[in-house]
């Protein structure tokens, strides 16, 4: 059965910041994704990953332009940052975002940015994550696919490079989830959930079939996290219906 984090920065919103950990916990999860936790104190993130038994799983560096060039100085100071944070709170894999940009020398600056942040997390046993973003919400983005990211990753050459696979977005853009999925599960370290029409709960009411994608990446194996990075269409709580099946708002 997956392992379902809950991404405190886009859920549980009717509570602050520091407060979703409890919600988190409350409702059975037992990881949570902080994406944006830099409102914050590393030692405060981190106390409240502890004290309510979570494991933080995933957290994104504050610097969006790993593959911007001329902005190389401002990614390696939010990854430096981002390590703090994680270091602190346990966790284990950062997403390091490409950024918005058509400059030819893209791909160039995102593989040797990477070389140097997969040398400086690797010490610490962290994981770098790249992951593909759609183009309809966000226009411009640099990496918008998975053979894209698989080529990077490649040319990166580093063992703690890997692939954050995020359904909506690869839905958007790609489509063949599940035969995606197959072809790159090697190099997949995190997964990421959301309906598609609208980045709402994965009811089983829009276009995605997440109990079959979740038996196929129990069939492959898959021992990470499956981030639930979506936005309630309600109260949170409330929208967490679809989950039962798999032990989170059951307890």
């Not at 997440?210 to 069939?219: E, G, M, W």
């Amino acid at each position: 059965m997956p392992r379902f984090a809950a991404s405190v920065t886009m859920m549980f919103n009717e509570w602050e910041l520091l407060d979703r950990f409890e919600q988190a916990a409350g409702a059975g999860f037992d990881g949570v994704e902080i994406q944006a936790p830099y409102g914050e104190s590393p030692r405060d993130i981190a106390g409240s990953v502890r004290s309510h038994g979570l494991d933080a799983a995933l957290m994104n560096v504050p610097s969006a332009a790993g593959a911007v060039p001329g902005r190389e100085q401002e990614y390696r100071d939010g990854l430096t940052r981002a390590i703090e944070y994680a270091a602190a709170a346990g966790c284990g894999q950062i997403h390091c975002l490409a950024g918005v940009t058509e400059d030819s020398r893209a791909e160039e600056t995102f593989v040797s940015n990477l070389r140097w942040a997969s040398a400086h997390a690797r010490p610490l046993g962290i994981r770098l994550l790249l992951e593909p973003l759609n183009t309809q919400d966000n226009p411009g983005y640099f990496l918008t696919g998975s053979a894209q990211a698989r080529r990077i990753i490649e040319r990166v050459g580093a063992d703690n490079v890997f692939l954050q696979y995020d359904f909506y977005h690869m839905q958007i853009m790609e489509g063949r989830l599940a035969e995606t999925v197959r072809a790159n599960i090697d190099i997949i370290s995190h997964f990421q959930i959301g309906g598609v029409p609208g980045r709402h709960e994965p009811n089983g009411t829009q276009e995605i079939n997440f109990p079959y994608l979740f038996d196929v990446i129990d069939d492959l194996g898959f021992e990470g996290w499956v981030g639930c990075e979506y936005r309630p269409a309600g109260d949170t709580l409330a929208g967490l219906d679809w989950a039962r099946p798999y032990g989170i708002a059951a307890r």
